[in-house]
């Protein structure tokens, strides 16, 4: 199994570093099977200020290579990706525990980041304001912000890191990325494919360690100028306040709880088929994942017992098993979470229609899990649940469920299906959310901005927008 594996490396200043004697290191394990895939290197102090001290030396460089020549790189590091497309993603499944299937169409949406980025740093316009005297000409111009420290989390361990690596080296910005412990292998692959097609050393840095050491360093190095996190909102709202200290820009990619409502005149066989693969991809661990289910009580009972027929009759196992649909949860701090999630619905009254447990034997599997009659008060309405688990509602008109779907503080995904461009119009307004699907769970591609509102987070990765995220904007004034 190892063998199939990779290698896991730091990457400080263009230098690959291992785990060894004197080091302190951590294991990765395979959620499917419990076995350890490999050991993992974590930075000493000082060596986290190397890295942020390396991508400081090789931003005044970098800013300077035109974006054509960056652009080179990029659709040369995605090249290489798609040559070892194979087995990075093996690497995902194996350390993540996502079907292979979802694991190749996440890496190609990764590098498909890479191509897309390349071309729109080659597009970073600013503008000429008309001045209000002839002679004078007035541009505000785009510059990259500097170097910048990015976090990223286990959940989609390609395409985190390459939604932020490849805005950010686009933007002209070097980076320091800790991607996540659990799922170290993937950022290696891609950071290792960076070097070979070429980019210097210094731009794109890889550490790991513990999580709250690695970024109270970052964050206090005065270098650095940008932050980037996704993950829980918890975590965002503590790096925020350390991004405060020396004022530097964030982007905050955060906990979502994406409403779905089924309106009475929904396409219902498009709304199942879709709500079905959607919710289980990834075993709920999305943050757009559709999570609370709010159905129109013309349809509800039929709606529950399809879906739970559908949920219940999913294929678990390991994810480089080619029939397997779902695969573990990502390790057993999320089991004990749904186990707790479960028993707190159920101490409100609500009732399971199907799973509601773990599954015996080896590795962290959780059984698709389909709930009714859960109180507004469970933690299943209320917090992210990051998991294989469906509470289903039903509803009677707009102005309710448009109440309950933005009864949360969350407010990244949501999703509506309608056949009636009025009730279409109704979710637009009236869904408190960054990205709403409307007829459709896909909301996430290289081209279209990523993000949230309230405590989801700000900022958007992703598009035009992805890439300004990394710059700032400049006037110059000429008399
Ligand atoms: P967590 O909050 O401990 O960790 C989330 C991520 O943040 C991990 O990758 C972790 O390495 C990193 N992290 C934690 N503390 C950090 C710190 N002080 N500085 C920098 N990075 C830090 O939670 P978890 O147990 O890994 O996951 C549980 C919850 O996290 C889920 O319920 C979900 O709500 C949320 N989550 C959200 C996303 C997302 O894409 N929005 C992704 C993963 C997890």
């Not at 009714?372 to 289903?392: K, N, W």
């Not at 009236?430 to 081209?447: F, K, Q, R, W």
């Amino acid at each position: 199994m190892a063998e199939q594996y990779t290698r896991l490396e730091m990457v400080i200043n263009g230098r690959f570093i291992t785990a060894g004697a004197n080091r302190i290191s951590e294991p990765v394990m395979n959620p499917a099977t419990g076995d350890v895939l490999g050991e993992l290197p974590h930075a000493t102090a000082q060596e986290l200020i190397e890295a942020a001290d390396a991508a400081v030396a090789a931003f005044p460089a970098w800013r300077a290579t035109s974006p054509y020549d960056r652009a080179i790189i990029l659709r040369k590091t995605a090249t290489i990706l798609r040559e070892r497309a194979d087995h990075i993603a093996q690497v995902l499944t194996l350390e993540q525990g996502k079907t292979l299937v979802e694991a190749q169409a996440e890496l190609a949406h990764a590098i498909d980041l890479f191509d897309w980025f390349a071309e729109e740093g080659r597009r970073a316009y600013g503008r000429i304001i008309p001045a209000r005297a002839l002679h004078i000409q007035q541009a505000a111009i785009l510059r990259p912000v500097g170097p910048a420290a990015v976090f990223t989390p286990w959940n989609f361990p390609a395409l985190t890191p390459a939604r932020k690596l490849a805005a950010g080296l686009a933007a002209g910005c070097t980076l320091v990325l800790k991607a996540s412990e659990e799922t170290p292998g993937t950022a290696v692959e891609i950071v290792r494919a960076l070097h070979d097609a070429g980019l210097p050393a210094g731009c794109a840095n890889l550490v790991f360690g513990v999580p709250s050491e690695v970024s109270e360093s970052l964050l206090a190095h005065p270098g650095i100028r940008k932050v980037s996190f996704t993950g829980s909102t918890p975590v965002g709202k503590h790096l925020m306040k350390l991004a405060a200290d020396s004022v530097k820009r964030t982007t905050m990619e955060l906990g979502g709880n994406a409403p779905v409502i089924i309106f009475a005149d929904a396409d219902y066989d498009l709304a199942l088929s879709s709500l079905v693969a959607g919710k289980f991809r990834n075993a709920g661990q999305v943050c757009i994942s559709p999570s609370r289910f709010f159905v129109h009580e013309s349809l509800y009972d039929r709606f529950v017992q399809d879906f739970t027929t559908r949920a219940g009759a999913l294929a678990l196992g390991n994810g480089l098993d080619r029939h397997v649909q779902m695969g573990p949860l990502a390790n057993d701090r999320r089991l004990e979470a749904m186990e707790r999630i479960v028993a707190d619905a159920e101490g409100r009254g609500a009732k399971i229609c199907t799973g509601g447990g773990r599954v015996a034997g080896k590795g962290s599997f959780f059984a698709p899990t389909v709930m009714t009659d859960v109180s507004s008060q469970a933690t299943l309405m209320c917090d992210e649940t990051f998991g294989p688990i469906v509470p289903v509602a039903p509803f009677a008109d707009n102005a309710e469920v448009f109440a309950r779907a933005n009864a949360v503080d969350a407010g990244l995904a949501g999703y509506v299906f309608t056949q009636s461009i009025a009730n279409a119009q109704a979710a637009s307004e009236g869904v408190d959310v960054g990205m709403l699907g409307i007829n459709t769970l896909a909301v996430s591609t290289p081209e279209t901005p990523f993000g949230g509102v309230k405590q989801s987070g700000h900022g958007s990765e992703g598009g035009i927008e992805g890439l300004h995220a990394f710059m700032e904007t400049r006037l110059i004034v000429q008399g």
